[in-house]
């Protein structure tokens, strides 16, 4: 199955609206923040099929960069994107200057990462940015309430699986996501967390706030529920120097 196939053509029409809305989050940002007259330098870290930059190019000019370690995403990126002249690819940062991007977006990436791929993650994303650039993290709500609700549908697709079995979906429920996660590889020497629970935007949010400065957070896809009925969290932040 093709990236797209599960996320903006997921068979359910409830999760294929939850996905727009991730890419509408993002480019509410975009549009509030970007008013540069010359281009503005975009990467998307972990960018999937590289939807979210397609979009991005639509609203101003860009000069972008997809970073997507995945061969086979990379493919997909790569295809999505071949009429798009201004964008490049990487799969690899190590030859992507330091100080390079007045934008920086990661949407559904750091709930995959185990412990030390999440701080070199963060430590690159600091890197990257131009100095007072922006990143926009983006990530499920995996605790309480909208654990529960998750932990439902997913029993009604596969149970028994991780993020499927009511003891670890009642655990996430009471605020302490299952810390033991299953961990396997989505390319070689790249090890991920297959599951969403397990998941804690509060750890991750405490290491965000070593490099940057938190300028908001808010919940979707309603955001005056805050955390008590919401699927994601977003952090804007700004790079600080260290």
Known sequence: MSYADLTT????AFKRWLQRRRFADALKVF????????????????AGNGELIRQLSELQPLEATVFEPTPALMKEAKSHLADLETVS??????KVPTDHFDYVFCLEVFEHLPPEQTEHAIAEIHRLLKPEGLAVIGVPHELFLPALLKGVFRMGRRYGAFDARPGNILSACRGRAPSERPTTEIAPGKPYHPHHLGFDY???EQLLQQRFQLKARWFSPFPLLGASLNSEVYFLLQKVRL
């Open 31 to 46: 549009r509030k923040h970007s008013e540069a007259a010359a281009p503005l330098k975009v990467m998307d870290y972990g």
């Open 202 to 204: 509060r750890r991750l």
């Open 9 to 12: 053509r997921d068979q359910n």
């Open 89 to 94: 690819f990487a799969r690899s940062l190590k």
